[in-house]
């Protein structure tokens, strides 16, 4: 059992996602940054599938009321165990009483609780992932507050065996590094002027306040559409096609981009007119208020490529830790 | 009443976009239209129905589709020409599919909407007027009740699911000469309350949860479209209520039955009144005002 004696800005359970929903309205959720919540279960010898606590910006602090096993991972998070600093990447013994204490991210801005077992929430339509507008999901489907309880699972193995597993440096990411996320142009993107649809990948946008799980706002300027009689159905703004479905990582033009993130919303009438790529979006999860990014336009070879990459790293975390 | 039948569309060749790597998207039209709708829903059933390995979403929209899929399960090309072949074997004149009519009673102009709109109407193309008012001028129409009239004169299908859960996107089952249309609003409102009716585009839309919103507002119904709790009845296999293909037929109540349905509703009893329909797309082109009504008539048996 885990409590929880500080919540931090925006702490919830997740998982890898919850699917087959989508026609209802209803996003995937789970980890914003797959990756990381990936790389944290494996380190305490987890399966992909188990509950982790995403942690945003500033970290929740835990109190454990039994020994435990746990890992973060994902953007860099000063934390300390009854003081004592632990390491970022590596599997560390919490012994029952111990207080788990965290501090701002100092580059990134989600990092991963794993604990060995899972956290251990019941499964809402397959998927232990927390979705906060309908608040199902996770625990009680909200971010964690004080006072809180969290049980662990078990999964059957040897905890004391995972103790000190770290993950290869060269195999992760760094989030300071980011500076572009590859995006497939495309969707709508017939409603850009050949120079709007040239300058998204030229400009520098800006990530604002608004950027959360359903989704990034960004700043920069305006692009152009398109000028064109609207066809039945769509509304007046040059901005809107008849409702379509959007793609998580879509980029939709309300005016200033917004790339939609796991709780995305699931459709509606904004022209999209690219999508991050699956990889990438893991990146741009870590990138912080006020930071700066790129979209650099690939092909979906190029898009599979990543992905392949993406999966040889996981893989080769996985395999140092046997 | 005309007698006017539903005109064909001719569909331009499809679009098939990718999503990055793992979903693709399917342009059917750029504008709204029964076959556009009737083709998305007809492809996307087809696609369930074949159980394609590595299909991790299927979503019709309303002159679209979507599919998400796991991309090192199926290569994006070979999702596409899976998709292409399916699209060439359906064809919706031999197409019908079951489907059911659900009353929705709706209060207009309730104080709650009324309320919210007049807050907003800054944010409105025409601040003198309520949102009723200026949807009637601009089709041409002779003041509110005239508007609520027509609204209500004939049922909606619910051509896409989403936005956020629960939320039907509604086109009203009537000629195209006779189909409202109204912009939304020229800056969103940042509130709309639960259970508001409203209508942007060519679309009627039932706002499952407060939150933002634009589109034009004309009352709320007693009945919710989400119940994440799974308190009522008919929210026992799903917490949302419509489905893509449901016919929505909204009827307008008084403050008495209001009152008395959400009483229901919030008391866990509330059961909706639906009936089962097997809808065939030629039989509603070819006269789609003895269609409603047949199909209606079967709702209040």
């Known amino acids: 059992m885990i409590t929880v004696l500080d919540g931090g800005i925006s702490t919830t359970v997740q998982d890898l996602g919850r699917f087959g929903q989508y026609h209802i309205g209803m996003p995937p959720s789970g980890a914003m940054d797959l990756f990381s919540h990936e790389v944290a279960n494996a380190l305490v010898g987890n399966d992909s599938e188990a509950a982790t606590v995403e942690m945003t910006y ?33 599997a560390v013994r919490v012994e029952s ?8 991210t100092t580059t990134g801005a989600r990092t991963y609780l ?7 929430v019941p499964e809402v339509m397959g998927s232990k992932s927390t979705y906060t507008l309908v608040g199902i999901g996770g625990h009680e489907g909200r971010t964690l507050e004080e006072g809180d309880e969290l049980a662990i699972g078990e999964n059957g193995v040897d905890r004391e065996a995972v103790i000190g597993n770290s993950a290869p440096e060269a195999r992760l990411r760094d989030f300071e590094e980011i500076d572009s996320v590859r995006i497939v142009v495309g969707l709508c993107d017939y409603r850009l002027t050949d120079e709007s649809r040239e300058r998204l990948c030229e400009i520098d946008w800006k990530v604002t306040p608004e950027a959360d799980r359903v989704g990034y706002r960004l700043e920069g300027p305006e692009l152009e559409f398109v000028e064109r009689e609207q066809p039945f159905g769509a509304g007046t703004d040059p901005s809107n096609v008849v409702d379509v479905g959007y793609p998580i990582g879509s980029i939709q033009l309300p005016q200033k981009p917004i790339v939609l993130m796991r709780d995305a919303v699931t459709g509606g009438g904004y022209a999209t007119v690219a999508t991050v790529i699956s990889t990438d979006r893991d990146l741009l999860a870590q990138v912080r208020t006020h930071q700066t990014v790129r979209f650099d336009a690939v092909t979906v070879d190029e898009a599979l490529e990543a992905r392949e990459a993406a999966q040889a790293d996981l893989d080769a975390i996985r395999d140092a830790l046997e | 009443m005309t007698e006017a039948r539903i005109e064909r569309t001719e569909l331009p060749e499809p679009r098939y976009e990718f999503g990055g790597d793992d979903h693709v998207f399917v342009e059917l039209d750029e504008a709204m239209s029964f076959d556009a709708n009737f083709q998305a829903m007809a492809i996307t059933q087809q696609i369930g129905e074949r159980d394609i390995e590595g299909i991790v979403e299927i979503c019709p929209a309303n002159a679209s589709y979507m599919i998400r899929f796991d991309p090192d399960v199926i290569r994006p090309d070979a999702m596409v020409d899976e998709l292409r072949e399916i699209a060439a074997e359906t064809d919706i004149e031999e197409y019908s599919w079951k489907t059911r009519i659900v009353d929705v009673p709706v209060l207009f102009q309730d104080p709650w909407t009324h309320e919210t709109l007049m807050e907003f109407r800054d944010r409105h193309q025409d601040p003198d007027a309520t949102d009723l008012e200026y949807s009637a001028r601009i089709n041409g129409l002779d ?20 936005f956020v859960p629960g939320l039907p996107w509604c086109f009203q089952m009537v000629p195209r000469s006779e ?5 939304k609003y020229e800056q969103p409102r940042t509130n709309t309350p639960s259970r508001a009716v409203g209508f942007g585009g060519a679309f009627s839309v039932i706002y499952p949860v407060q939150g933002a919103g634009g589109y034009q507002l004309y009352g709320r119904t007693p009945i919710e479209v989400l119940d994440a709790d799974q308190r009522l009845p008919d929210f026992q296999e799903s917490i949302v209520f419509p489905n893509p293909g449901d016919i929505l037929n909204y009827r307008p109540i008084d403050r008495d039955e209001y009152d ?42």
């Open chain 2, 260 to 301: 008395a349905v959400r009483e229901e509703v919030e008391a866990g009893t509330y059961e909706y009144t639906t009936a089962a329909v097997e809808f065939s797309p030629e039989e509603f082109f070819e006269t789609p005002h003895e269609y409603n009504e047949e199909i209606t008539e079967v709702l209040y048996r």
């Open chain 2, 179 to 183: 189909q409202l249309e109204v912009p």
């Open chain 1, 97 to 104: 009483g111990q207080k788990l204490e965290t501090d701002f």
């Open chain 1, 58 to 90: 500033g970290g929740a602090d835990l109190r454990f009321e039994g020994d435990a096993v746990v890992a973060l991972a994902g953007a860099e998070m000063p934390a300390r165990v009854d003081g004592d600093e632990i390491p970022t990447h590596e």
């Open chain 2, 143 to 162: 003041g509110a009740e005239e508007f609520i009239d027509a609204f209500v004169g004939a049922p909606h299908m619910t051509t896409m699911v989403g």
């Open chain 1, 114 to 120: 794993a604990v060995a077992g899972g956290i251990d």
